[in-house]
């Protein structure tokens, strides 16, 4: 792997750090991850350091992979190069599906989603406290990842369904990942989509939900992705790393409260995220459909991609079976 490809420092978060920001900065300083040589080596990039991706630390920490005969290695890349690197064999997977998806529309790049960790989106849009409807956005500026990131796209799309153009009555400006939180609340930008942990922030600091995407759209998030060459030359690799990660979704499914923690704040985590991850690492032909509907405006697309060229879910749902099966439990 090449370093260039890798990116390994992280900024410490502003503000108080959410509990599972804490849980994942833990576990992915944890010394434990070395294990034996035996275990086939695997390179899992992360695109960020963010809730959905504790999935693959945790796989890794709980012994999942290992019961597979793997030893994952997370490291975190931008998810463009982290594609790039997936396709020159330096990457075995990453959790960067949505990036996947848009490189199959754009050239037909031989990939494929292999699983789904959230069947509903974890961005918010936040706005200044005194804007209290959708409606009073017109005009606004809206702080954002890129005019052409797919949750810029989402929001277009949410503001039209509550009377705006979401194309001409807003104006959305690139800010830089992980700058949406800092510009709404230097009193720029009147609203900005934000991560779940940028959300904690802006609300303990007076700032409004305008809405959830989540309950807004029916579209993914958090995919895992691997390339077309290693489901056909190492099918099971593909097959012991799904079933690693739907161990792992299933055993997050099961967390209720984390040590250390107030039980409010837990309880935020619980109520607002653990129920967004999917059981079984699937996510239905509707939702398929409508997360290559917005990859299809954010390439400007034509053409239209049909589910099986962009996913395959086989290794999860035989995943899932099997485990039914045996009855496995976290």
């Known amino acids: 792997m090449k370093k260039s490809l890798i990116e390994t420092r992280f900024r410490q978060p502003s503000g108080r750090l959410i509990v599972i920001v804490i849980i994942l900065f833990l576990l992915l300083l944890d010394q434990s991850f070395g294990i034996a040589q035996s275990l086939q080596s695997i390179n899992m990039a992360v695109p960020a350091?963010?809730?959905?991706?504790?999935?693959?630390?945790?796989?890794?920490?709980?012994g999942y992979m290992k019961e597979e005969g793997l030893d994952q290695r997370v490291i975190f890349v931008a998810p463009t190069t982290s594609i790039q690197a997936m396709l020159g064999g330096d990457v075995q997977f990453t959790g960067a599906g949505t990036s996947a998806l848009v490189s199959i529309a754009r050239g037909s790049a031989p990939l494929k989603v292999v699983a789904a960790t959230n069947d509903r989106v974890l961005q918010w849009l936040v706005t200044r406290p005194e804007i209290t409807s959708p409606k009073e956005l017109k005009g606004k500026k809206i702080a954002t990842t890129g005019v052409g990131a797919v949750a810029t796209f989402m929001v277009k799309q949410v503001l039209t369904k509550y009377g705006l153009d979401g194309n001409k009555d807003v104006t959305y400006l690139d800010v830089g990942q992980g700058n949406q939180l800092a510009a709404l609340l230097g009193g720029g930008f009147d609203a900005a989509v934000l991560s779940v942990e940028q959300r904690y922030v802006a609300l303990d600091k007076g700032m409004r939900e305008m809405f959830f995407m989540g309950n807004e759209v029916k579209n993914s998030w958090g995919t895992l992705a691997t390339t077309d060459k290693l489901i056909k030359e190492n099918p099971k690799m593909v097959a012991g790393f799904v079933r690693a990660t739907i161990k792992a979704l299933r055993y997050l499914r099961r967390m209720v409260k984390f040590s250390g923690v107030s039980r409010q704040q837990s309880t935020r985590v619980y109520d607002d995220i653990i129920g967004t991850f999917t059981r079984?690492?699937?996510?239905?032909?509707?939702?398929?459909?409508?997360?290559?509907?917005?990859?299809r405006q954010v390439v400007s697309g034509n053409e239209t991609v049909a589910n099986n060229k962009a996913y395959d879910f086989s290794f999860a749902v035989d995943a899932d079976q099997q485990l039914n099966k045996i009855g496995w439990k976290p």
């Open 49 to 62: 350091r963010s809730f959905q991706m504790v999935l693959y630390p945790v796989a890794q920490q709980k």
């Open 280 to 295: 079984s690492g699937v996510v239905d032909d509707e939702t398929q459909r409508n997360d290559l509907a917005i990859i």
